[in-house]
């Protein structure tokens, strides 16, 4: 598509825009000074999707999601919503994006500052929710009229929350949106974020939890050193990316355990052995019908180990 189609198609009035995917990452590339922070990353997101970018730290989350929101720039490749560029459908109320640290101003209550955001909107083509309706939604309603630099942490995560939905966005994105709250907080969030998901939003969280990932997210891209590296349901996620490890003793030949079923890689020390598996219940069934193995453990393996495997395997 070129950059005029893109525009045209843009211009348009209206809320819903007509065409395009929620989102598309096309080859994006970023770098700073030697480190490749987003290595040619390609991503397209569906309407209606929750989809979680999953991975460890540093491998180039924050960075996509930055260039997604047109808010840093690709060395190469390019970023679309909806079919136009991010800043576009940022001004028609279309992407609202809940960053990591979002300072929030002072001096002001809750409820004014939701009312100064959805007055940003006016004259544009966006149709912003009234801010009662944020406050409802954000369940901030009972402290509307505190200052906001007054609050918890959970409640802060709230307002964030409550300013990235204002403009009453198709496409939420949120980076990390849980990293500083207890475990309290993180659940009436994702309660939250629920409710909204269900008006048909797409959204799209980064997370290095796993268990996050798995249990809020339709569909989870595994990110590592700026590349996807896994894309697919968190069941598929979880097979890959949930390796564990199966440590046996094991008396002569070690040579036929690589080929037991759900084991991806074998390590041999004196008489010990080490099995990588996808599938430890199949594994370990396997050994045990082959009867020549003492001292059994299985333990998961470190996500962060997986991550990497995942990484190299890739290359
Ligand atoms: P994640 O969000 O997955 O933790 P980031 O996108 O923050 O990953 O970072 C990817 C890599 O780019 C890291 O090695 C990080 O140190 C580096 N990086 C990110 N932002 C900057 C910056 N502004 N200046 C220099 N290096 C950066």
């Known amino acids: 598509?070129?950059?005029t189609e893109v525009r045209?198609?843009?211009?348009?009035?209206?809320?819903?825009?007509?065409t395009g995917a929620a989102l598309a990452l096309h080859r994006l590339s970023k770098s700073y000074g030697a480190v490749r922070a987003v290595d040619g990353l390609d991503l397209t997101v569906p309407r209606g999707q929750t989809v979680a970018l999953l991975g460890p730290n540093g491998a180039g989350k924050s960075t996509t999601i930055g260039m997604l929101l047109g808010l840093i720039a690709?060395?190469?490749?390019?970023?679309?919503?909806?079919?136009?560029?991010?800043?576009r459908a940022v001004r028609r109320g279309l992407l609202g994006a809940m960053p990591q640290e979002g300072g929030l101003v002072s001096r002001v209550t809750v409820r004014e500052l939701l009312r100064f955001v959805a007055g940003t909107y006016a004259g544009t083509h966006a149709a912003p929710l009234p801010p009662e309706e944020v406050l409802a939604t954000a369940r901030l309603a009972d402290i509307a009229d505190r200052w906001v630099d007054?609050?918890?942490?959970?409640?802060?995560?709230?307002v964030r929350f409550a300013v990235a939905l204002a403009g009453n966005p198709r496409l939420l994105v949120?980076?990390?949106p849980t990293a500083a709250l207890d475990v309290e907080s993180r659940r009436e969030f994702?309660?939250?974020m629920r409710r909204y998901a269900e008006r048909g939003t797409t959204i799209l969280f980064s997370t290095h939890y796993l268990e996050e990932a798995d249990e809020h997210a339709d569909r989870v891209v595994v990110v590592s050193r700026g590349r996807v590296v896994a894309d697919g349901t968190s069941r598929e996620i979880k097979r890959v990316v949930a390796l564990t490890t199966v440590s046996v003793t094991v008396d002569g030949e070690t040579s036929w355990l690589g080929r037991l079923p759900g084991v991806t890689a074998v390590e041999v020390r004196g008489d010990r052995a080490r099995l990588r598996s996808s599938d430890?219940?199949?594994?370990?069934?396997a050994l045990a019908r082959a009867g020549a193995v003492?001292?059994?453990?299985?333990?998961?393996?470190?996500?962060e180990d997986a991550f990497l495997a995942l990484t190299t395997e890739e290359k």
């Open 150 to 158: 007054r609050l918890s942490g959970g409640q802060a995560q709230r």
């Open 280 to 285: 430890s219940d199949a594994t370990v069934l």
């Open 174 to 176: 949120l980076d990390e």
């Open 294 to 303: 003492r001292d059994l453990e299985v333990a998961p393996a470190a996500l």
């Open 1 to 3: 598509m070129t950059d």
């Open 190 to 192: 994702w309660e939250n």
């Open 8 to 18: 045209d198609r843009g211009g348009q009035a209206g809320t819903e825009p007509a």
């Open 74 to 87: 690709p060395d190469s490749g390019h970023a679309e919503v909806f079919g136009m560029p991010p800043e």
